[in-house]
């Protein structure tokens, strides 16, 4: 085969390579660009037919809706707080008891491991009951308290830390930190916690966007509308006689941005954290 031959094929699959990620792009962005032209579009052109592929004028009367019947700022401050704090909770507890799994032997570690992964089967909807009784027993109804500290610690989070540890942290270090008289949350501190920065981004991601999201928990906990978060507060944009889509969607398109902003911060420890140790020396 030659040369000639040889470079064809491969300019034909670098081709077909790059229009199926154009294409998956497209497919990915077009929810997010659809929304936004929704928000900029008076009720009546959402429902004409076809309806508006273009930017309308209407994005700050929309959006003025949206401030004038619900409290958005109020409820945009409520699920930042819950969702930073419930985050950098699940960063500290989440990576300590990785470290742990990862590096240390105790009795019964296995056997704990899995009683963790085991509780990742089980569908959170099945907690909701037993929770709501242990928040209404701590007098936490209508309080952030009930949705950041149930959040503070996650399976998955444990899973993944302590995947991520035990492929990059070498226990040849562990140990030598150990002779030299480290204290264990010293060894964690000093050596585990820069190398896992991008473990710690990856799923700084998920929870933020897990809590960020989040709708049934806070509807069962959180009954006055000074306490809503935004998930909560947008169900208040819904008439049942007049539904203008324009201000629903204007109120979620920019109920979204916070968790792009947070998404491109983090992007570049995301896809790092993702590729470390694919390519081996």
């Not at 149930?150 to 302590?162: K, N, S, V, Y």
Request: charged fraction near 10%.
């Amino acid at each position: 085969m030659s040369e000639k031959t040889v470079s064809n094929k491969l300019s034909i699959s670098k081709f077909f390579v790059y229009a199926l990620l154009v294409i998956a792009s497209f497919l990915s962005v077009f929810p997010l660009y659809w929304m936004f032209v929704m928000a900029t579009n008076h009720n009546s052109a959402i429902n004409s037919v076809p309806p508006a592929f273009i930017p309308g004028s209407e994005l700050v009367t929309n959006f003025t809706n949206v401030i004038n019947t619900i409290d958005f700022w109020g409820a945009i401050m409520n699920s930042l707080i819950v969702s930073v704090v419930a985050t950098i909770g699940v960063l500290f507890l989440c990576s300590l008891a990785g470290f742990a799994f990862a590096k240390f032997e105790f009795k019964g570690k296995n056997v704990l491991f899995l009683a963790i992964l085991v509780t990742m089967t089980i569908p959170p909807q099945l907690g909701l009951i037993p929770q709501y009784i242990i928040i209404s027993k701590l007098d936490w109804l209508n309080d952030l308290k009930a949705i950041i500290v149930p959040g503070l610690i996650d399976a998955f989070g444990i899973f993944w830390m302590r995947q991520y540890i035990s492929s990059n942290v070498p226990n040849e270090l562990v140990d030598a930190a150990k002779i030299d008289g480290c204290s264990n949350f010293r060894i964690y501190w000093n050596i585990a916690v820069p190398v896992i920065i991008p473990a710690f981004a990856t799923l700084a991601i998920i929870k933020f966007m897990y809590v960020w999201n989040d709708f049934l928990w806070p509807l069962i906990v959180l009954r006055d509308e000074s306490s809503f978060t935004i998930q909560v507060a947008l169900r208040g944009l819904i008439d049942n006689y007049v539904r203008d889509n324009g201000m629903i969607l204007s109120g979620t398109f920019w109920a979204t941005v916070p968790l792009i902003v947070i998404f491109l911060l983090l992007n570049k420890l995301f896809i790092q954290s993702l590729t470390e140790g694919a390519v081996k020396s």
